[in-house]
Nanobody
C-alpha cells in the first residue's frame, strides 16, 4: 500500500500559480512512476503530468505543456505539481497517483490502469 495525500489546491485568478503536493507513506515516490490527473465537472478524468521512477523523464498533456512541471522531493517523499499561468479551463479536482510497481513503461503520462494508488483529490479553481 502507498497511501497518498494531496494538498495545495485552492482558488486563484487566471495567470496565477499553485503548487500541489502529494505526500506518500508506506513507500517511496522515487520507486514508482508518479502522475497527476484531473477531472472537471461533467468530464472524464484526464492525465496531466507524469514522472518516471527515480525522478527521470517527465511527460505532460498538451494542454499544460510549458505551464506545469512535475518533480519529486525524495527527502520529503513527496511529489509536486507546479502550475503556472493558470487558466479557467484548468479548474478541476486534481489527483495524484502512483504506478503499479511492475509497470516499467514510461513514455507518456500513461493510462489510469497503470496507476495502483490514488489520493483523495484536491480542488483547483481558476477564475477569469
Amino acid at each position: 500500500q502507498v497511501p497518498l495525500v494531496e494538498s495545495g489546491g485552492g482558488s486563484v485568478q487566471a495567470g496565477g500559480s499553485l503548487r500541489l503536493s502529494c505526500a506518500a507513506s508506506g513507500g517511496t515516490v522515487s520507486s514508482r512512476g508518479m502522475g497527476w490527473f484531473r477531472q472537471a465537472p461533467g468530464k472524464e478524468r484526464e492525465g496531466v503530468a507524469a514522472i518516471c521512477r527515480g525522478g527521470g523523464n517527465t511527460y505532460f498533456a498538451d494542454s499544460v505543456k510549458g505551464r506545469f512541471t512535475i518533480f519529486l522531493d525524495n527527502a520529503k517523499n513527496t511529489a509536486y505539481l507546479q502550475m503556472n499561468s493558470l487558466k479557467p479551463e484548468d479548474t478541476a479536482m486534481y489527483f495524484c497517483a502512483a504506478k503499479y510497481d511492475f509497470v516499467r513503461r514510461c513514455d507518456s503520462v500513461g493510462a489510469e490502469y497503470e496507476y495502483a494508488y490514488w489520493g483523495q483529490g484536491t480542488q483547483v479553481t481558476v477564475s477569469s
